[in-house]
């Protein structure tokens, strides 16, 4: 009798306590209250995701304050910073500050939910059809959705549109032609040929790939890595000659999307590659080029880019991070991010809406970018790969070692890697 009351006992103890555990998951999932929100560096015209979190502070008040941290605009150190503190919220009885939403870029979505760093949503408390194809199936991982598209991103050509007219030239559609325009002009205007990221980040991952793609190259093929093909090498080699022949300024191996940016908009160079942001500023009233800027497609297809937006498994105050990741993907969210941000929209309708495209007539060559954009290699050693690219991109460009060599060593460090 005795052993059957202490088992009868222990099953109340085990059955209270599950019970007890599914109430506190429950009240999270439910509940309202102040979250955090993690993002890159705010570097839009006149820090318009602030003004985003601000339009939602003073509509739900200090009951439901967001409050804004951002991290480096180095998107390698933004990676970092989630990590640490995702594993730091992990640990028992943590009492850190927790994520609550934040922003993850494209790239990292599938190791991050891999790794339990993510929640899954369920697709039903989201308007899922409003949203471009192709960010949302990046944003699933496994069948699940750990993510809402929050910002899509695709390469762009910036160009002094004033200069390229006085010469009666169009836009390039190729590198051929870019080489080719860049060569003749710079001389007679005094400013550099080209500038893009090439600093040793992540941009230089992104600025490679688009290279080798227009050349015909791939990172991998068929499961085969093929990032020292011919045709690969050659895209590499097109960035080196670029920097060796002059019509890429040497100092853009320290340039990021900021750095190429401010040289571009001060007058210094005829083309830049750079994402959507940089639209608003160049082109703004105190903007040296305000009216002197053109915009096309990459001569090759761009990487995909852009971010989603996730919750932490640390969040207390759920049901406040999912209304928030609605806020910001409201129509008229994305629309104002995009008018004054140059953020470029996840929402379809956008791209169509007849006001828009005449107030920005960029728009339809952006869609143009993002229908042509390839995403970067899927895996979760997806930082690892791009390290190793980094490393030995950077040394080749920067005259350490020849191409050739490098991308020998590279294609040899990724199969280990990965296979």
């Not at 941290?69 to 640990?91: C, I, K, N, T, W």
């Not at 990221?197 to 992540?202: I, K, N």
């Not at 995009?338 to 952006?366: C, H, I, M, N, Q």
Request: aromatic share 8%.
């Amino acid at each position: 009798m005795k052993k059957l009351l202490c088992t009868s006992l222990a099953v109340v103890f085990v059955a209270a306590g599950a019970c007890t555990t599914g109430r506190a998951i429950d009240d999270r999932v439910h509940a309202r209250g102040p979250i955090t929100f993690v993002d890159g560096r705010d570097t839009t015209l006149d820090t318009q995701v602030k003004r985003l979190v601000d339009r939602w502070n003073n509509r739900r008040g200090i009951k439901e304050r967001v409050t804004f941290v951002e991290q480096s605009s180095s998107s390698d150190s933004h990676r970092a910073s989630l990590v640490a503190a995702a594993q730091d919220g992990a640990l028992p009885g943590a009492r850190g500050r927790c994520n609550d939403v934040m922003a993850v870029d494209a790239v990292w979505t599938a190791e991050f939910a891999r790794a339990d760093y993510l929640l899954p949503l369920d697709p039903t408390e989201f308007d899922m059809g409003k949203f471009l194809h192709v960010p949302v199936q990046n944003a699933t991982v496994d069948g699940k959705l750990y993510a809402i598209p929050a910002r899509t991103d695709a390469g762009l050509l910036f160009y002094r549109k004033d200069y390229l007219d006085e010469q009666r030239l169009s836009p390039p559609k190729t590198w051929d032609e870019l080489i080719a325009i860049a060569t003749k002009l710079m001389p007679i205007y005094g400013i550099d040929g080209y500038v893009g990221q090439l600093s040793r980040y992540e941009g230089l991952t992104v600025n490679a790939l688009e290279a080798i793609w227009a050349n015909g190259g791939d990172l991998t093929t068929d499961g085969a890595i093929t990032i020292n093909s011919p045709q690969a090498k050659q895209g590499v080699e097109m960035l080196a000659r670029g920097l060796r022949d002059g019509w890429i300024p040497r100092a853009a191996t320290g340039f990021n999307e900021e750095r190429s940016r401010e040289h571009f908009q001060a007058g210094k160079a005829l083309f830049m590659r750079n994402w959507p942001y940089a639209y608003p500023k160049v082109t703004a009233p105190d903007s040296p080029v305000a009216n002197a800027v053109g915009v096309t497609t990459l001569p090759g297809p761009s990487a995909l880019g852009g971010w989603n937006l996730a919750i932490s498994p640390c969040s207390q105050h759920q049901q406040t991070a999912r209304d928030f990741i609605r806020f910001y993907t409201e129509e008229n969210e994305q629309e104002e991010l995009f008018a004054k941000g140059g953020f470029a929209p996840t929402v379809r309708s956008l791209y169509t809406d007849p006001v828009l495209r005449g107030k920005f007539p960029y728009l339809e060559v952006l869609h143009n970018s993002l229908d042509r954009a390839r995403d970067r290699v899927q895996t979760e050693q997806y930082d690892r790969v791009s390290d190793l690219m980094q490393e030995n991109l950077h040394s080749a460009l920067d005259r350490v070692e020849g191409v050739s060599p490098r991308l020998d060593q590279l294609a040899e460090e990724m199969r280990a890697t990965l296979h």
